[in-house]
């Protein structure tokens, strides 16, 4: 089931249709009043730019069939991912040494190096570090996501995110936990949204694909 849309060149694009897998857990109603315009365009960004890092990471993981429990190679290679956000990244993984096809366990990282333009003309640079245990859809499963010197058309982004697979049968609906810690976004002109978040959430299965249901609990704090 595919939820909302990627980032875009532009970055005002962002600012609508940003829901992706297991993004941001807000779901409070908005004053959207003009005093509190410039509250909602910050809270709606960071959760735009926070929800396009955490889709980078859940593709990435999600393209590699090591990550999935398919073939286990040890040491560093360098692995494809077919994004348009990552073209011009050079992303490499790493299979821990007790790495199994159940239990597959692994750190990829993606690396924008000192700038670099992908298909979408966005300028990134810096690290994206991607920790990963167990097969997504599987209970105990975990991935956590660290940005490092990471930025977005002059954007910076720091922050560790983890999402963990917290359901007790693999035959019911999943349920994942997420978690940031020391959030941050800083825009070119210094202007900074904080954020941290706590949440769940629960996949109800429907009787068609369409019927399918996220159901959120949890909060999200911040300051800008």
């Given at each position: 089931?595919?939820?909302?849309?990627?980032?875009?060149?532009?970055?005002?694009?962002?600012?609508?249709?940003?829901l992706?897998?297991?993004?941001?857990?807000?779901?409070?109603?908005?004053?959207?009043?003009?005093?509190d315009?410039?509250?909602?365009?910050?809270e709606?960004?960071?959760?735009?730019f926070?929800a396009?890092?955490?889709?980078?990471?859940?593709?990435?993981?999600?393209s590699?069939?090591?990550?999935a429990?398919?073939r286990?190679?040890?040491?560093?290679?360098?692995?494809?991912?077919?994004?348009?956000?990552?073209?011009?990244a050079?992303?490499?993984?790493?299979?821990?040494?007790?790495?199994?096809?159940?239990?597959?366990?692994?750190?990829?990282?993606?690396?924008?190096g000192?700038?670099?333009?992908?298909?979408?003309?966005?300028?990134?640079?810096?690290?994206?570090?991607?920790t990963?245990?167990?097969?997504?859809?599987?209970?105990?499963?975990?991935?956590?996501?660290?940005?490092?010197?990471y930025?977005?058309?002059?954007?910076?982004?720091?922050?560790?995110?983890?999402?963990?697979?917290?359901?007790?049968?693999?035959?019911?609906?999943?349920i994942?936990?997420t978690?940031?810690?020391?959030?941050?976004i800083?825009?070119?002109?210094?202007?900074?949204?904080?954020?941290?978040?706590?949440?769940?959430?629960?996949?109800?299965?429907g009787?068609?694909?369409?019927?399918?249901?996220?159901f959120?609990?949890?909060?999200?704090?911040?300051?800008?």
């Open positions: 089931m595919k939820i909302g849309k990627r980032m875009s060149k532009g970055a005002h694009s962002i600012l609508v249709g940003f992706l897998f297991v993004g941001s857990c807000t779901q409070e109603n908005i004053d959207y009043s003009a005093t315009s410039t509250n909602v365009e910050s709606t960004a960071s959760d735009a926070f396009d890092s955490e889709d980078l990471s859940t593709v990435t993981v999600s590699d069939k090591a990550t429990g398919g286990i190679a040890q040491g560093a290679r360098v692995i494809v991912v077919d994004d348009p956000r990552l073209s011009c050079t992303i490499t993984l790493v299979a821990d040494d007790n790495s199994t096809l159940l239990v597959p366990k692994g750190v990829i990282t993606v690396d924008f000192t700038g670099c333009t992908d298909n979408q003309g966005d300028i990134r640079k810096g690290k994206i570090t991607i990963y245990n167990g097969r997504r859809f599987l209970s105990g499963s975990s991935v956590v996501t660290t940005l490092d010197g930025e977005i058309n002059g954007i910076k982004l720091e922050g560790i995110r983890t999402v963990a697979n917290a359901s007790t049968s693999s035959q019911a609906g999943p994942f936990t978690t940031m810690l020391g959030g941050l800083t825009w070119p002109d210094g202007k900074m949204v904080s954020r941290d978040e706590s949440c769940t959430w629960e996949w109800k299965l009787t068609a694909a369409i019927d399918n249901q996220w959120v609990t949890g909060s999200a704090t911040g300051k800008n």
